[in-house]
């Protein structure tokens, strides 16, 4: 009986060991790296960082860090793994896509990396730790900042969705970068998938190393503007810096006097600066001329960041407007002609055109103006009060809430009493006066603001066209309803111009929405690679420099 008791208890014994034996191998007692990983990712702070606060990307950091047991990822058996010197490689280079490579440590990763030589003595668990968890936060920022930007857009009230903030990066990272044979190669497909994006990465690499070279000497500021054949003491400023710019062709003649080649070059220069391209060099030329080449560098940076902020899911490529250039794109060539257009955006200083993306739905041939609140209180009843037949004589008609017209034009006591009320508003009857013109293209938004043509086409001949409450003015309201219109056949151009001066307003509905782009780059990049610089208009260009520099995180 003794026997048996003994036998048993050794049975229990060796079973118990075996079953200790095998939690012990499921759940290995954690190491001190990673307690120190866990410790640091709760207080969502790494001192050793440029930015150390990283609480923006906390959860992101313990998703991934909690799919791999809280292990090193980046280190193993003490040492980097090659993906992690590839992404190290990627944070030194970063100014070629227009970020700031000390955003990433780029200067502190040699050191880091001299850590884990093999020659030298074993890191420490905690110096793993930092610099594993430092490669991770910095990879986090990176592919997000290239993906969708640094800041979200909606913090200056632009309104692109760019998606979800920061998307799965844990994921992405764990299974595709810790794995990947190419890094640059997997990271480069996270970039947005336009033309313009690239060719101002390409033009970017350029204008780095103009950059590096420093500034030509600056062209001297003329008393007063200097036309060609005028003589002027600053020529051979002038065509140093022109050559250094690549307006002037590095071959061209010397001269000593402003005429010719050099004359040809300031108006490609004016051009491409969005100025009168008049040859004459007057203050506004040769301040853009004397502009530092870091400018230039910040303003492609910029562009590239707005790049970012672009949905990438369009349907198709989207009809464009960039507000500083003042200008108009179509970027589907086929089956539709490509169109670029000249347009008159809101005045900076009052009724900026805001930034936003939507559908175009329909347009309205012969509309009529239904006048925001805002322009009936400010402008036209002041009118009305000093002149009782300002809005007879311009075509204007009070119409109830209800849409029932009251009066012509007309403004008596009592319905000049229910304008300021607001029980009535005011509207502009069609036609030529109309200040929307013939046509306007609609793509309905929260603001307000649509494309639409203008009694006033001499405006499109100022260099600078910020003269609107907000809405879009374009230059060829016909080219633009045959480009909008192209998959209704019915509608030849012929038919569109008898729209536009026909009797009645016309509303065409689109078989399907066309995409609406209006955007805000100071940096233009053309399709033969020729690089177009704004003004800031807005002061946009400002405010995100100054986001920028306050460092992560940034507002999200």
């Not at 079973?15 to 954690?30: D, K, R």
């Not at 790494?46 to 047991?69: C, E, I, Q």
């Not at 490689?89 to 884990?116: C, H, M, V």
């Not at 030329?285 to 902020?309: A, F, G």
Request: proline share 9%.
């Amino acid at each position: 009986m003794r026997a048996c008791v003994i036998a048993l208890a050794l049975v229990v014994a060796l079973w118990a060991g075996s079953a200790m034996s095998q939690v012990a191998t499921s759940s290995p007692a954690a190491t001190p790296a990673q307690g120190d990983l866990a410790t640091l990712i709760v207080a969502g702070t790494l001192s050793d960082l440029r930015w150390p606060n990283f609480t923006d990307y906390r959860d992101h950091v313990k998703k991934f860090y909690d799919a791999g047991s809280n292990s090193l990822a980046w280190i193993q058996g003490g040492q980097p793994r090659p993906q992690a010197l590839a992404m190290i490689e990627l944070f030194k280079q970063a100014s070629r896509k227009g970020l700031n490579p000390d955003d990433y440590d780029a200067t502190r990763w040699d050191a880091r990396i001299a850590k884990l030589h093999p020659a030298g003595p074993p890191a420490s668990d905690a110096e793993l730790a930092h610099i594993d968890l430092a490669l991770t936060v910095c990879t986090m920022r990176y592919i997000s900042d290239l993906r969708i930007g640094r800041v979200n857009p909606q913090h200056f009230k632009f309104a692109l969705d760019v998606g979800p903030k920061k998307y799965d990066l844990p994921d992405l990272i764990r299974t595709q970068a810790l794995t990947a044979e190419d890094v640059p190669a997997l990271i480069v497909k996270d970039e947005p998938p336009y033309e313009g994006y690239r060719r101002a990465e390409v033009a970017l690499a350029t204008y780095l190393k103009l950059a590096s070279a420093g500034d030509a000497p600056a062209v001297p500021m003329p008393a007063k503007g200097v036309r060609p054949r005028m003589p002027y003491a600053g020529v051979p400023q002038l065509i140093v810096r022109l050559r250094q710019l690549g307006d002037l062709a590095a071959d061209a003649a010397n001269s000593a006097s402003y005429d010719g080649a050099v004359v040809d070059a300031v108006k490609h220069f004016q051009l491409r600066h969005g100025l009168e391209p008049d040859g004459v060099l007057g203050k506004d030329t040769v301040t853009q001329m004397n502009q530092p080449l870091s400018r230039r560098v910040q303003q492609l940076e910029l562009t590239l960041e707005r790049y970012r902020w672009i949905p990438p899911n369009f349907p198709e490529p989207p009809l464009v407007v960039n507000i500083p250039e003042f200008r108009l794109r179509t970027l589907r060539k086929q089956p539709a002609e490509y169109l670029t257009m000249r347009v008159v955006v809101g005045k900076a200083m009052r009724t900026q055109t805001p930034v936003f993306a939507d559908n175009m739905r329909y347009l309205i041939f012969r509309p009529y103006w239904n006048v925001p609140p805002s322009i009936q209180r400010s402008e036209l009843i002041p009118k009305s009060q000093r002149d009782p037949n300002y809005l007879s004589d311009h075509g204007f008609e009070v119409v109830s809430n209800g849409g029932v017209v009251v009066s012509d034009g007309s403004v008596s006591d009592s319905v000049m009493s229910r304008l300021r009320s607001g029980a009535y508003s005011i509207r502009q009857k069609p036609g030529p006066k109309n200040a929307l013109g013939l046509v306007k293209f609609m793509f309905p938004n929260p603001y307000n603001v649509y494309l639409h043509s203008t009694p006033q086409p001499e405006l499109f001949a100022r260099a600078r066209r910020d003269f609107s409450h907000g809405c879009i003015r374009v230059e060829n309201p016909a080219a633009l309803a045959a480009w909008v219109l192209r998959e209704k056949k019915e509608w030849t151009v012929d038919r569109i111009r008898a729209a536009m001066n026909g009797d009645s307003s016309v509303q065409v509905n689109l078989d399907k929405p066309i995409p609406v782009l209006i955007l805000y780059s100071t940096a233009v990049v053309e399709p033969n690679g020729e690089v177009r610089f704004f003004e800031d208009i807005y002061g946009h260009d400002a405010l995100l420099v100054k986001v920028l520099a306050s460092g992560y995180p940034y507002p999200g």
